[in-house]
């Protein structure tokens, strides 16, 4: 329904276990390599547990699609079964051929036939059993006896169980601990942490086809609060946000539309974490101002009295704004009154001349009203325009003030800066005066078209691609190896070389450029703007 709206080609946030969402956190990392390992390289059991939505079945799905050639595997993903049933399932899954009638014992020497076959093939074969807390104790004992079949150098069978947090109580049971000693390699799967949750939420949204930011940070931190990390309460949330933002035609989601969303799956009613400290405090002021009238009216002061006196009356009288500062989520822009009303009142200063006057403020330089062009001014002061069509993602991720050009309701054209932004609010100036203006409000009025200005490294700002030489093409390698935390190479460092182009990919990559190993002006801004260069004025401030 909403995948068009926000330019996916499907829907990202699906609970069903597909291998291609897959978000390897370090510990699904490591619980991935370890159980491909187990599987490859070793026998016995391996046990993975995890709390109700952390990801396993997503886990094991993907390692089934990673496993080599040669390895058979039987997946049992109902095991409330008997011991009888459960041997029977293991023959089916490995098509071992079976009488019409068999016993238990008939069971085992048809699958050990079976799996000294394969091990005479060169094959390895797994059993692995989800939802392995639901095993009874008859079955784990079969389970047990299962490895049992070996040869002189290695088990035939390499056992996983893949259950809740109730399995490792199960397994740690006296009457089981001939099982438990036999479990070689053990891992627990934790829920994410905040900026594991943010990075899986892009990473879904990156598989889905998604060319510009959607969730605002303040969403991403909410949708991490509500969920505590844990991937299939974050897909549900996210899910339905992402239909309300499509009811409302809203193309990007806040932490408020998020708390929505988990309110209508939860059925209760969240609020902002500010506003719970605010009530903690509104609370303290009403037990303070009760403490110091009973000690009037008993004509007395309690040992408490001047403590109270002294930090009631402050948080009481702040104001919301000044209340909010001090929290999770707080505008640090007061939102003004409506952007018609603005654009109305100031039309006369919203024409080219005024914001270039401004933006050339906060870049230190003078732009000089009926001189020439201003981009030529730009470039006789060290600076470079660049003009064109974007989305909120993209002037984030170039962190720098921007000329906006936006349509009134009167369809009336006006230019002004936007010299900062938070997660939902923007500092706009026109002439001498400064707005706070929420994003949903300029969203009505801008279509995309943004101008802005920075330092390129050389005077002509050149694209830079393989072969080129010079000092820019060394800055571009210092500043990759710095962002990655690399030791700059002295050798050679000014050559535009392979080594250069793969890291210049890299960046691409994971800033969602296009691809193609050549540092034109897009990447060089955003390379710049990443390492934060002095002196340098940024439209994110935190």
């Avoid at 609020?271 to 002021?285: D, E, F, H, I, S």
């Avoid at 110091?292 to 009631?312: A, E, F, N, Y």
């Amino acid at each position: 329904m909403y995948t068009s709206f926000f330019g996916l080609s499907e829907k990202p946030f699906s609970i069903t276990p597909d291998p291609r969402y897959l978000y390897l956190s370090e510990r699904h990392a490591d619980a991935m390599a370890h159980l491909l390992y187990g599987i490859t390289e070793s026998g016995g059991f391996i046990q993975l547990t995890g709390e109700v939505g952390t990801g396993k079945t997503t886990l094991v799905r993907s390692l089934l699609e990673q496993l080599p050639e040669n390895v058979d595997v039987a997946l049992i993903v109902n095991p409330r079964l008997g011991p009888g049933d459960f041997l029977e399932t293991i023959c089916q899954e490995l098509h071992v051929s079976l009488a019409k009638k068999h016993s238990e014992k008939d069971l085992v020497d048809a699958l050990n036939k079976h799996l000294l076959q394969a091990y005479a093939d060169g094959r390895r074969v797994v059993l692995m059993v989800d939802e392995a807390q639901n095993l009874s104790a008859d079955v784990l004992e079969q389970v047990r006896l299962l490895t049992n079949l070996e040869t002189t150098k290695q088990k035939l069978l390499q056992i996983i169980l893949v259950g809740q947090p109730e399995l490792r109580e199960l397994l740690s049971r006296n009457d089981l601990r001939q099982l438990a000693q036999r479990i070689t390699s053990r891992f627990h799967l934790q829920p994410l942490d905040r900026n594991e949750s943010a990075a899986y939420l892009q990473h879904r949204l990156a598989i889905a086809g998604a060319t510009s930011e959607i969730f605002l940070p303040s969403a991403r931190r909410e949708i991490f609060r509500l969920s505590g990390g844990v991937p299939r309460l974050i897909n549900v949330i996210a899910d339905r946000a992402l239909l309300g933002a499509y009811t409302r035609e809203l193309t990007t989601i806040n932490s408020a539309l998020v708390r929505e969303a988990a309110a209508e799956i939860q059925g209760r009613l969240y609020k902002p974490v500010w506003l719970r400290w605010t009530a903690g405090v509104l609370m303290l002021g009403a037990t303070a101002a009760l403490a110091m009238g009973v000690g009037h009216l008993l004509g007395q002061r309690t040992p408490m009295t001047p403590d109270i006196r002294s930090v009631s009356p402050t948080p009481v009288s702040q104001p919301e704004n000044q209340i909010a500062s001090a929290v999770d989520e707080p505008p640090p822009l007061q939102v003004s009154e409506s952007l018609q009303s603005i654009l109305q009142k100031n039309a006369a200063e919203t024409g080219t001349d005024s914001a270039f006057t401004t933006l050339f403020e906060l870049w230190n330089g003078t732009y000089r009203a009926g001189d020439t062009a201003a981009c030529q001014q730009a470039v006789e002061q060290g600076l470079q325009c660049v003009y064109q069509r974007g989305s909120w993602a993209q002037l984030r991720q170039h962190n720098r003030p921007v000329i906006l050009t936006l349509l009134d309701e009167q369809g009336l054209e006006h230019n002004l800066v936007m010299s900062s932004l938070d997660d939902e609010v923007a500092e706009l100036r026109i002439g001498v005066n400064t707005f706070g203006v929420s994003m949903e409000a300029i969203a009505r009025f801008w279509f995309g078209d943004y101008l802005l200005i920075w330092r390129p490294v050389s005077n002509d700002n050149r694209t830079l691609s393989l072969g080129m030489t010079g000092t820019d093409v060394r800055w571009l390698r210092e500043s990759l190896d710095k962002l990655n935390g690399y030791p700059t190479a002295m050798l050679d460092s000014d050559l535009f070389d392979q080594e250069l182009q793969q890291l210049v990919r890299e960046f691409q990559r994971k800033n969602r450029l296009r691809i193609d190993g050549i540092a034109g002006t897009q990447t060089l801004i955003t390379l710049a703007s990443a390492n934060r260069q002095p002196g340098t004025p940024v439209l994110i401030r935190n």
